[in-house]
């Protein structure tokens, strides 16, 4: 990422959104596994 910052800030501030996003719906997901897992 240090590369990254290096060369293009709008590239690192990019794949930092993404990763965050991904992380966040990841988050999402498994939260709502568990919810239903508990219904049931």
């Known amino acids: 990422m240090i590369k990254l910052y290096h060369s293009s800030l709008t590239v690192a501030s990019y794949d930092d959104i993404m990763s965050c996003w991904i992380v966040s719906r990841l ?13 049931i």
């Open 27 to 39: 988050i999402i997901c498994v939260n709502f596994l568990l919810f239903i897992g508990c219904l």
